[in-house]
């Protein structure tokens, strides 16, 4: 149940038409050894993806949510199976390639924030910039746009042990948006979030879905789901189901 | 971007022709090869290495690698400031290494320069004729029984000088040599060289005279007692005032003090000339019997011409002293050289002893570093699945690694050049005989060893943390 009281909610809800194919997945599977024993993870999946889709992955664990999203994430390639990202061929691509499109086309948010201790908001907004081979003037703008953007003007300065959770994600969030990616991939952003926090964050969600980012949202949640407009729900490898939320 | 491969190929290549022309430039240093060809082979070297650093950058990404650079070198500044006890316990090692390199260089180069000190008061133009070689000779009994040497051989040879002003020989100065005690009233110095010669000794010596002067033709000629002596017996004798003109006594017999020799310094109990005293030839005849005195010829020559000089020398002594076609030279024409290559020995079997301690102790520090690069990497798992993520390629990862265990490596090589500084200037200043050289080479030899041994040490566990599967990683906890 969502209060109420949220003041995410007040504003109206938009949904915008889908754009161009961004992700197309055909018949991935994807095996794991486990010792002796092989593990199914992915059992022939397909789904494709378009620019302007706020997209929600479902299922308990086991059921390849996971396998799924590292594999649209291309941290891991599938075992067989045709994965093409903005047309091109993830399936077969070296590591260095597959960083290459992490870096310029997939924002991650995860579900620990994974930021650098040691470094302030500001410089693990700027990372991925590094990456990307932008001077220190240009990485420095759009790493404080970003920040802006997500509500953090006032707290680039600060390291990560000196803002809240709701304040790290969002730092987080800000580095996932900064190169302009195709996708923003979020996995359990809340689930290291009091309710009223996660709240916050699903509503900086929507704003930027409002803005313009495509976003896939992992969860087993339903309430965090729900605020997405497509759920596609996993079982055992295979999909179940993928339908639109209505209202 | 096209056509990147060629970068690929290129680094590698220049980086083995770099290894292979600096071990060729050490070995022909080492060696005294061709020094056209050392310098050739060290040029080639620095140039290869240049060229290998300018594509592996092309190869990285020139716009990529300078930003990752500066992000990896803050990583590593961080990491050392955040774990200030283990960095420093670590970089002990290499400052161990990089101590003992150092003071091994420093060791070389101060019996160099010491050698180059005591050698360099007798000029390097000079050949001695005597009796004996100056080398160490088995077949003793060869050269007992040959004539000696007399010192009127030397008015022969200036006088063949004069017959060919424009030949090789320029001078010929007959010297005798005996060990003596030296007294002034209560003062007394015992086991002084006493060195008999002519007046024209010091167109030939490298050494100035501290005051006075040194006898002249007549006084040499009249058999005068008057001497010059060096700096140490100078100080000794005369400890708060001026030796001229002042008598000193040697075997009963009073000499008057013309002149001191300027401070030269000495090295190891080799020959200085501030432990002497010099006599006129005849003089010295009275009191030391001249034929047993290590009568020798001191002759400068033209050192462009040097093997004419000693032909020249060759043929005189041997019409002086009635040799027919078919004997052998009954006598010796010796120079500097061979007690340089008596030093060398000696100065290569340091440097073996030096390159095994040094080795030994490189090694040991560069199993820390390894160690430590390790733990880091294993600490640092999920960081690194972080920064994959985010689009560290395999190199980057690599390249801060790499650059973390350079950093402790530089690190522990400023500590150990430090420290190998302060003791040699500590040894400079409690011997001072004992000249330290410490140079700008030994400094960049140092830095470059650092750099290597960081890059060998943390290559293998950098590389393990490029490989890992950031799946894997982000998982770590």
Redesign the interface.
């Given at each position: 149940m969502i209060p109420p009281s949220a003041p995410a909610h007040a504003g109206p809800r938009v949904t915008r038409p889908p754009g161009a194919l961004v992700i197309e997945i055909e018949g991935v599977t994807k095996l794991y050894k486990m010792g002796a024993e092989t593990i199914h993870a992915l059992r022939g999946v397909t789904l494709k993806i378009h620019r302007n889709e706020y997209l929600a992955i479902m299922g308990p664990s086991g059921s390849g949510k996971s396998t799924l999203m590292?594999m649209l994430?291309c941290?891991?390639t599938p075992t067989d199976g045709r994965y093409e990202f903005n047309r091109k061929n993830v399936a077969t691509m070296v590591?260095?390639e597959l960083?290459?499109i992490?870096?310029?086309e997939i924002g991650?948010v995860?579900q620990t924030f994974?930021l650098?201790p040691?470094?302030d908001a500001l410089h693990n907004v700027e990372?991925?910039l590094?990456?990307?081979?932008?001077?220190?003037s240009g990485?420095m703008e759009k790493a404080r746009r970003a920040l802006v953007n997500v509500g953090l003007g006032e707290r680039m300065g600060h390291k990560p042990n000196e803002l809240s959770g709701g304040q790290r994600q969002r730092v987080a969030i800000a580095?996932a948006l900064v190169?302009d990616p195709s996708i923003i991939l979020a996995d359990e952003p809340t689930g290291n979030l009091d309710s009223k926090t996660g709240e916050e964050i699903m509503a900086l969600f929507e704003q930027l879905y409002a803005q313009g980012n495509t976003i896939i949202v992992v969860t087993h949640e339903e309430d965090i789901a729900r605020h997405a407009r497509r759920i596609v729900r996993l079982r055992d490898g295979l999909i179940e189901s993928d339908r639109a939320v209505v209202d | 971007m096209r056509g990147r491969w060629i970068f690929g190929v290129l680094w590698p290549v220049g980086l083995i022709v770099a290894a292979l022309a600096s071990g060729g430039w050490l070995v022909g240093w080492l060696a005294k090869a061709d020094p056209w060809l050392v310098s050739l082979l060290g040029w080639t070297g620095l140039g290869a290495f240049a060229g290998a650093l300018l594509f592996g950058i092309l190869d990285y990404?020139w716009?990529?690698f300078w930003?990752?650079l500066?992000?990896s070198l803050a990583i590593s500044a961080?990491q050392v400031r955040?774990n200030k006890m283990r960095s420093s316990l670590t970089a002990l090692g290499v400052i161990i290494g990089i101590v003992a390199v150092t003071l091994m260089g420093t060791a070389i180069l101060g019996i160099d320069a010491g050698v180059e000190q005591s050698l360099a008061g007798f000029g390097d133009d000079v050949l001695y004729v005597s009796k004996w070689p100056w080398r160490n000779v088995q077949d003793w009994w060869n050269f007992r029984n040959r004539r000696d040497i007399k010192v009127d051989y030397a008015d022969a040879v200036n006088a063949m000088i004069a017959e060919r002003p424009e030949g090789p020989l320029t001078v010929a100065v007959p010297s005798v040599n005996w060990s003596a005690t030296v007294l002034r009233g209560e003062y007394r110095v015992s086991n002084v060289s006493i060195l008999g010669t002519g007046s024209e000794l010091p167109r030939l010596v490298k050494s100035d005279m501290k005051e006075g002067r040194f006898f002249t033709e007549v006084e040499a000629r009249g058999a005068r007692n008057a001497v010059v002596i060096g700096f140490d017996i100078a100080d000794a004798l005369f400890p708060n005032e001026s030796p001229l003109d002042k008598t000193i006594r040697i075997r009963n017999q009073q000499y008057t003090v013309v002149g001191v020799a300027a401070r030269q310094g000495s090295f190891l109990g080799m020959f200085s000339w501030d432990s002497v005293v010099i006599m006129p030839i005849d003089s010295f005849a009275r009191s030391f019997p001249i034929r047993w005195a290590d009568p020798m010829i001191r002759v400068q020559v033209d050192l462009a011409r040097l093997d004419e000089a000693k032909e020249e020398i060759r043929s005189t002594m041997r019409r002086v002293r009635g040799l027919g076609p078919e004997q052998k030279d009954d006598f010796e024409i010796n120079s500097q050289q061979v007690i340089r290559d008596q030093i060398d020995p000696i100065k290569a079997n340091i440097a073996i002893g030096g390159f095994f301690i040094t080795g030994l102790a490189l090694f040991v520090g560069a199993i820390g570093i390894m160690n430590i690069t390790y733990v880091s990497v294993k600490e640092r798992t999920?960081?690194i699945?972080?920064?994959?993520?985010?689009?560290?390629?395999?190199?980057?990862i690599l390249l801060q690694f790499l650059i973390e265990a350079v950093s402790i490596c530089v690190l522990g090589g400023v500590g150990g050049l430090t420290l190998a500084w302060a003791l040699s200037a500590g040894v400079g200043a409690l011997f001072p005989s004992f000249p330290v050289v410490f140079s700008a080479a030994l400094v960049v030899l140092g830095l470059t060893i650092s750099v290597v041994t960081g890059v060998l040490s943390g290559f293998m566990p950098a590389l393990q943390a490029s490989k890992l599967?950031?799946?894997v990683a982000?998982r770590y906890e």
């Open positions: 590292n994430g941290l891991d590591d260095d960083a290459d992490r870096n310029r991650f995860f994974n650098l040691r470094s990372l991925p590094i990456y990307a081979g932008l001077g220190k990485r580095r190169n | 990404g716009g990529v930003p990752e500066g992000e961080a955040a999920k960081e699945g972080t920064r994959k993520a985010l689009g560290a390629r395999r190199r980057t599967d950031p799946v982000l």
